[in-house]
């Protein structure tokens, strides 16, 4: 069964930090591009960073720039997103989700797998 696991999502205050990780299982997810995304309670999901295969490409949402690193190892068959300076509008489940190619305005309809999601909830 193809699956992609997210884990380290929790409760963090403002200005503190979390490494979240998406692994895989039943596939390698180092022919895949990476993207991680996230949804907010009442507000739509957003693409906020992205990873090619190589790991030799990222990109990064406006909102998460300059604070947000994605990276992978693929020897492990993992990818990481390290959220630094995190803010109470960070707040949302975030979730993983691997395409062939990373979508330039993060299209959903472009990732074939989906992870179920983790929690992260920054505190004022």
């Known amino acids: 069964q193809l699956q992609l696991v997210e884990s380290g999502g929790g409760l963090v205050q403002s200005g503190g930090s979390l490494r979240l990780s998406c692994a895989a299982s039943?596939?390698?997810?180092?022919?895949?591009?990476i993207g991680w995304f996230r949804q907010a309670p009442g507000k739509e999901r957003e693409g906020i960073s992205c990873?090619?295969?190589?790991?030799?490409?990222?990109n990064y949402a406006d909102s998460v720039k300059g604070r947000f690193t994605i990276s992978r190892d693929n020897a492990k068959n993992t990818v990481y997103l390290q959220m630094n300076s995190l803010k109470p509008e960070d707040t949302a489940v975030y979730y993983c989700a691997a395409a062939t190619y990373c979508s330039g305005r993060y299209d959903p309809q472009v990732y074939e797998y989906w992870g179920q999601g983790t929690l992260v909830t920054v505190s004022s």
């Open positions: 039943g596939f390698s997810l180092g022919y895949y591009a």
């Open positions: 990873i090619n295969s190589s790991g030799g490409f990222t």
